[in-house]
């Protein structure tokens, strides 16, 4: 009887170690191209996440300061044309950054920011731009409100659709932003 016992218990045991073994290889065969893809996905560049870039435009004393992170040469050399053809030899400071650990936030950022630069001229006295992320604010004093209106108008219609524009514009006589 004992024998018959001790058989019978190795005939499970084996059986059960088939069946671990089996279960095994499909767990394999089952899991395996998903984990090949997770592996794949978090070890490539794009999975990478970049800040975003910025740039600011600020008036100071008739002069204009650039600053902000721009993700490559290019695009540090089309803002400084730009800049040059709008504001003049001279007539600003430039303190931007390249760092390829940054991006634009959208497709339309970029132009949507070349497209801007101007409006910091438009603003009385000491105006700022800044383009951050998807949203640009705008801050300085202006005579009234109608240049105000025309102001944030031509700055909303420059930004496109995907960039917020955020109104800090007061008007001269006003105690409040808008």
Do not use: H
């Amino acid at each position: 009887m004992n024998s018959i016992l001790w058989s019978s218990s190795k005939a499970i045991w084996s059986f059960g170690g088939i069946a671990f073994v089996l279960l095994c290889i499909s767990c394999i065969y089952y899991y395996a191209p998903q984990l090949a893809t997770i592996e794949a996905t978090a070890t490539t560049p794009s999975s990478i996440t970049l800040a975003s870039s910025t740039l600011e435009l600020r008036l100071l004393n008739g002069k204009v300061s650039l600053s902000g992170t721009l993700p490559d040469q290019s695009a540090k050399n089309q803002v400084l044309a730009r800049a040059k053809r709008i504001f003049g030899e001279g007539n600003f400071t430039e303190k931007l950054q390249v760092n390829n650990q940054t991006a634009f936030p959208s497709a339309g950022w970029f132009n949507a920011a070349l497209a801007l630069m101007p409006f910091v001229a438009q603003i009385g006295g000491e105006g700022v731009v800044t383009l951050e992320s998807q949203t640009v604010t705008i801050r300085g004093l202006v005579e009234s409100g109608d240049i105000k209106s025309r102001l944030m108008s031509e700055a909303i219609n420059a930004a496109g659709k995907r960039i917020r524009v955020e109104d800090k514009i007061l008007v001269m006589g006003d105690s409040k932003a808008g």
